[in-house]
């Protein structure tokens, strides 16, 4: 099982980006995707999720509003909309799996058990 992120880059503040998350492998099986961000010298932060097979979402406070988290069933693939971005949105994003049923969507880093490589957004100012 593997998870492939992408569509960072550099963008000026107020602009937005699209990141995406396809999973692949024999035994991929999502109950939830969410994505995180870690910026340099920062712990890793929740900043959205979604129950893979009735779509429901979950969003961090401070992305409530401006990111926007679906996923594509057919595709395996998760996506992030991110707008009105701003240079304390600068920070590796990463992707997570979770392959087990839990009651709430999950918000925390051991929730998830299979993650994909970062991908970079850098907001300039």
């Known amino acids: 099982v593997q998870l492939q992120a992408s569509g960072g880059g550099l963008v000026q503040a107020g602009g937005s980006l699209r990141l995406s998350c396809a999973g692949s492998?024999?035994?991929?099986?999502?109950?939830?995707m969410g994505w995180f961000r870690q910026a340099p010298g920062k712990e890793r932060e929740f900043v959205a999720a979604?129950?893979?097979?009735?779509?429901?979402?979950r969003y961090a406070d401070s992305m409530k509003g401006r990111f926007t988290v679906s996923r594509d069933i057919a595709k395996n693939t998760v996506y992030l909309q991110m707008n009105m971005l701003g240079p304390e949105d600068t920070a590796a994003y990463y992707c997570?799996?979770?392959?087990?049923?839990?009651?709430?969507?999950?918000?925390?880093?051991?929730?998830?058990?299979?993650w994909g490589q970062g991908t970079l957004v850098t907001v300039s100012s």
């Open positions: 997570a799996s979770r392959s087990w049923y839990s009651v709430l969507i999950p918000v925390t880093t051991s929730e998830y058990d299979t």
């Open positions: 492998g024999q035994n991929f099986r999502s109950y939830a």
């Open positions: 979604i129950r893979w097979s009735e779509g429901s979402t």
